[in-house]
């Protein structure tokens, strides 16, 4: 397939190579590390490259990319990161191992799922220790082992949280502290034993370098922190990692004059926004063949100095380049760093092709 733009390339090297800075200092602290793959749909090459890192199992919300990592020939355990919906259930125990939940009526539907299958699946119950996303109050979780762990099909494994997502609540000892006060709980009114406690996401990660993890607290749910180097706390580089792991290359299709400030009369743009604009004169604009049906906009950093993102339409992006270290001119690929969200949707777009970088 010849290489076109808009693309995303992958420099899984890299990847592997963040992979063993970080699983390695959680295995240094007696923690198991699932590398979350859903920010790249589950490639086959990433997924290759959190293997070769050393991750304890791999994670992603999508059944559709727990069938491609399978299909990759990964041999670690799958877990399945979004609770299940029950329309789904019978994929989720074809293609994983493992799944959070926070619902008893799921459960059950899972265990029928696995027993029919002749299998045995893991859950691990979900707590809601602040963040308001999923999982049970914690004066409830043990109300939900009781009424599942009698069931054929399925394992109760351990209880596990979630932070900094939705309500965007730091882990703290105090916290974490929550999951582990539940877990000895369980065990002493359920006598399972609950091995797992599954503490949140690369949010953790700095809790626990600060040694202020509970000891018990054994399993993390890592993506960011490896696949794009980051302290996802303040989006600061994580240490021993790179940050160059993906580009997005798009290509100029114009570069002219035009005016800073548009001119006429003004309502809504396209997305129903009313963008603000200040004037700053006569400024070099280039056009590129990507926009936000692909990426967030926002979430992209220019490779070249002196290039500013202005925004972008559906089909477009809006670049000034009249400070552009190198003249920009029309066929020129140019190199974007994305976020998290921009790289969540470069993935996803059908139109963006992704190309594995080695080396």
């Known amino acids: 397939m010849p290489v076109n733009t808009p693309r995303l390339e992958i420099y899984t090297e890299r990847i592997a190579m963040n992979a063993k800075a970080v699983i390695g200092m959680c295995h240094s602290h007696g923690i198991q590390v699932a590398a979350a793959t859903k920010v790249v749909c589950g490639h086959s090459a990433v997924t290759h490259a959190l293997e070769a890192g050393g991750a304890d199992m791999l994670a992603d919300s999508r059944v559709r990319n727990l069938r491609r990592i399978v299909e990759a020939g990964i041999s670690r355990p799958l877990m399945m990161l979004r609770i299940p919906a029950p329309s789904w259930v019978a994929d989720v125990v074809n293609y994983a191992e493992i799944s959070l939940n926070s619902s008893v009526d799921t459960i059950e539907m899972l265990s029928d799922a696995a027993e029919l299958r002749g299998l ?70 359920c006598g399972l034993e609950l091995p797992i406690l599954s503490g949140g996401n690369s949010a953790n990660l700095p809790l626990v370098v600060q040694g202020e993890m509970p000891k018990e607290i054994n399993h993390l749910r890592v993506g960011e922190a490896i696949v794009l180097g980051r302290n996802v706390i303040d989006r600061s580089p994580w240490e021993g990692t790179r940050q160059d792991t993906f580009s997005m290359v798009a290509e100029v299709l114009e570069v002219e004059k035009k005016a800073s400030y548009p001119i006429g009369d ?68 140019l190199g974007f760093t994305p976020t998290y969200g921009a790289l969540l949707a470069l993935s996803t777009s059908p139109y963006v092709q992704k190309v594995v970088v080695r080396g």
């Not at 914690?138 to 979630?162: C, M, S, W």
């Not at 932070?163 to 000895?184: E, H, W, Y």
């Open 266 to 333: 003004r309502g809504q743009d396209a997305f129903g926004g009313t963008p603000d604009f200040i004037d700053y004169g006569m400024r070099l604009r280039a056009i590129c063949n990507i926009g936000r049906q692909d990426v967030i906009v926002d979430g992209i950093q220019p490779e070249m100095p002196g290039i500013k993102v202005l925004g972008g339409s559906s089909d477009h992006l809006i670049l000034d380049v009249e400070d552009a270290a190198v003249p920009v001119n029309v066929g020129d690929e």
């Open 120 to 189: 045995r699946h893991q859950v691990i119950v979900m707590v809601d220790v602040g963040d308001l996303r999923e999982g049970v109050p914690p004066e409830r979780a043990i109300d939900v082992v009781k009424e599942t762990a009698h069931l054929p099909g399925v394992e109760i494994v351990g209880f596990g949280a979630n932070l900094a997502c939705f309500g965007g609540v730091i882990p703290t000892r105090k916290n974490m502290q929550t999951l582990v006060d539940v877990r000895n709980e369980c065990r002493r009114v």
